[in-house]
């Protein structure tokens, strides 16, 4: 199993002129703030920037606009994920560019293929789709606002239908990632199975027809009714001629828009580049005058000069920003656009097919007088044979399929598990003192848990646990580090408080990684390392901005470069 470790995380935001900056241990981080000094925020931005988003973010941090970038590995290879509002790009350990992403399902399959996390279910229309980053993130995230009164519930926008059961089985390794690369095996070839079992009856379909042709010895067509028909399908056709023409019309709009676009684009990062290029010949001369490298005219080389150059830089960002965000825009209502034409198109050609059909109608006399009785049957049966061998050799694979899927659902393996999980469950509510906990209440893997008051934080964190402990052992995806959002809800007393914290610092799973977020130390020794936040509404500060700045700039500049853009 894959080992995912945080390393550290930079927030930015280029409207405030404020950031952050905080490192994580291999092991484990405790961050400690009273409320409203932005422990919350600082956790919830974790899996923002991965493209998971919490159930609540304060309106004040989402109108800062902050930038994230996270440095992370997967089983000791280094990346970095960037994110400003809808963009993401991915470096490798050479912070060169994997991609460039616009949209969460974009770098939810990229990640997925990072994360070897190939679960696949199916969506409201049927499709079967990768589920986004939060269905990876899902049993390792605490959330403060709703993982302590819901299980599997940490994220918004969990949009999949009946989904849980299916989340929960792939987690724990009751279906591991074999059972589903199967499964979709077994889909695309009973695809394939319906299309070539609709061609035999089709083509027995003709076949018999010809059959009640041939008893006659001549036959004819209704020409009048097929001209009624010919002169439908014609009008239809002119109907969506002058679509494609409406089409073509927005289509041209939208480009012209684009190109404006790009050539704004193309100004401003020039300008970045000529304000990059004064910034540093100013900053590397030492004189207090300095002659303009271009014209000869000299200049004062001030400390507010040279904030000025930064200033126009970060306005240059944040413009290219705002422009590629628009452009994202136009190039989706492109794409949209593009497919109504596609669509029409594909439907003329449909329609196009049956004028050829409705002709060849006409033409079967001729045929059959040409070819022969005989040698028209042959033709279809040799067809029929053809679609017949297939059809039986991908019935041979699907057979081979099934049985390889019931093998990965094994009922042994998953009792097995789900008695683990149970077993579990048990020890650690004992552990947390909840000894009185009917079993009937987390009998099943997937149960809602019952328990109120102050009890429910340390119910939920037996579960949480108890889950992890059973993934260690047989999950497939890569394990993510723990993240637990404010374990002290409803106002643990002093005895239990002690209990919960020394529960979750020592039972936290062998080589994985544990940030939590706390207000107090509670007279707990965390050996961890500790992150303290103490300005009350200020997570961001104004004094490491222009340092932080000038670390993530080399991923700004990639990404306003506009390199490898993925759509």
């Given at each position: ?9 930079t ?24 409320n ?18 919490a ?54 399959a ?50 999949l239908?009946?989904?849980r ?26 695809e ?43 009008a ?5 001629r ?6 073509k ?12 676009l ?23 001369k ?8 271009t ?16 200033q ?5 960002y ?11 825009t ?8 593009n ?7 594909k ?9 050829d059909r ?46 390889d ?7 042994k393996?998953g009792?097995k ?23 009937k ?27 992890l ?17 404010s ?11 002690p ?11 062998k ?34 901005y ?18 490898r853009?993925?759509?």
């Amino acid at each position: 199993m894959k080992q995912f470790k945080l390393k550290e995380m930079t927030l930015l935001s280029l409207k405030e002129r404020r950031s952050r900056k905080v490192t994580f241990s291999p092991t484990r981080t405790v961050i400690i703030g009273t409320n409203e000094t932005g422990k919350s925020c600082l956790i919830k931005s974790i899996y923002y920037t991965f493209g998971a988003e919490a159930h609540k973010m304060h309106p004040d941090w989402l109108d800062a606009q902050p930038i994230s970038v996270i440095r992370f590995s997967v089983d000791e290879e280094d990346y970095v994920i960037f994110r400003q509002e809808k963009t993401f790009a991915l470096f490798d350990n050479n912070d060169d560019m994997i991609g460039k992403y616009i949209r969460v399902s974009d770098i939810g399959a990229k990640l997925a293929e990072l994360f070897d996390f190939q679960l696949e279910l199916r969506d409201h229309q049927k499709k079967i789709v990768t589920p986004p980053p939060a269905y990876l993130f899902l049993p390792f995230y605490m959330d403060q606002d709703v993982s302590w009164q819901r299980n599997w519930d940490s994220f918004k926008s969990l949009y999949l239908p009946k989904a849980r059961l299916d989340i929960i089985n792939y987690h724990t390794g009751i279906r591991p990632n074999q059972y589903y690369q199967t499964k979709n095996e077994l889909g695309i070839l009973n695809e394939g199975i319906a299309v070539a079992d609709k061609e035999i009856k089709l083509i027995r379909g003709m076949l018999n027809n010809v059959k009640e042709k041939l008893t006659i010895s001549d036959f004819t067509v209704d020409l009048e009714a097929f001209q009624v028909e010919i002169t439908a399908l014609l009008a239809e056709c002119q109907i969506l001629r002058i679509d494609q023409e409406d089409y073509k019309t927005k289509l041209s709009k939208q480009f012209n828009h684009k190109i404006n676009l790009d050539a704004q684009l193309l100004i401003v990062r020039k300008t970045l580049a000529e304000t990059q290029k004064d910034y540093s010949y100013a900053l590397n001369k030492g004189e207090d005058i300095v002659p303009c490298p271009t014209c000869g005219a000299e200049y004062e080389n001030s400390f507010a000069e040279r904030f000025g150059m930064a200033q126009d830089e970060q306005r240059c960002y944040d413009l290219i920003l705002e422009l590629e965000e628009e452009l994202v825009t136009i190039e989706a209502d492109i794409n949209k656009l593009n497919a109504k034409f596609v669509e029409s198109t594909k439907t003329l050609l449909e329609i196009e097919t049956q004028l050829d059909r409705k002709q060849g109608e006409v033409k079967l006399k001729d045929l059959i007088e040409s070819e022969g009785k005989k040698e028209v049957q042959n033709l279809f049966r040799q067809e029929i044979a053809a679609y017949s061998k297939e059809l039986e050799e991908k019935i041979k694979l699907r057979d081979q399929l099934e049985t390889d899927l019931k093998s990965l659902e094994d009922k042994k393996r998953g009792d097995k598990i789900k008695n683990l999980y149970r077993g579990y469950m048990k020890q650690f509510l004992n552990e947390v003192n909840l000894p009185n906990v009917r079993q009937k209440s987390y009998e099943k893997i997937d149960s809602q848990l019952s328990e109120s008051g102050s009890k429910t934080p340390r119910e939920f964190m037996a579960y949480y646990y108890a889950i992890l402990t059973v993934m260690t052992q047989y999950a497939s995806a890569t394990f993510c580090p723990l993240v637990i959002d404010s374990p002290n809800q409803q106002a643990q007393d002093k005895d239990n408080l002690p209990t919960l914290l020394n529960f979750i610092i020592n039972r936290q799973p062998k080589d994985s990684q544990l940030i939590m977020s706390i207000e107090g130390d509670h007279g707990i020794d965390y050996k961890a390392d500790i992150i303290r936040l103490q300005e009350k509404n200020h997570l961001l500060q104004e004094s490491g901005y222009y340092n932080d700045f000038e670390n993530i700039k080399r991923y700004l500049d990639a990404v306003v470069g506009g390199q490898r853009l993925f759509y």
